[in-house]
């Protein structure tokens, strides 16, 4: 299979994911359930991965402040289409490059053209 095509493939699997993220971190903010750290999923291109990911809310919004910027268990990054920008023991972010940009980008929730943040590290 193509480069471009693999790269894609893995964009679009890291982006479902996020979607599910978003969705289980908007549920528990509207039932006012704020626990320390939330079990999110790993968002890494492996579509049959689910390792979860322990989080707080802020660590989640500093990761989302980034439409290329995406959350995994560390080790699970793809070097093809991504490379880690932050990590520490729980987890590590990855941003995406070439290609997958544009498919993480475009299915980004909060943004219609993608987000950027100002931070180098988050
Ligand atoms: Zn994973």
New binding site residues.
């Given amino acids: 299979m193509s480069l471009e095509w693999r790269q894609q493939r893995i964009a679009k699997n890291e982006t479902s ?1 996020r979607d599910i993220n978003e969705r289980l971190e908007s549920g528990l903010r509207q039932a006012r359930h704020n626990p320390e750290r939330l079990e999110f ?6 579509r049959e ?3 979860s ?1 322990p989080l707080s809310f802020e660590e989640y919004e500093v990761v989302r402040e980034d439409s290329r910027r995406f959350l ?2 560390p080790g ?1 990054v793809f070097p093809e289409t991504e490379h880690v920008v932050a990590s520490n023991e729980r987890y590590e972010v990855v941003e995406k490059f070439g290609e997958a940009v544009d498919v993480a980008d475009a299915s980004d929730r909060r943004s219609a053209d993608g987000r950027r943040s100002d931070s180098a590290t988050p």
Avoid at 41 to 46: A, K, Y
């Fill in positions: 994911f999923i790993c968002e890494c291109g492996d991965c689910e390792s990911v995994i268990v699970h």
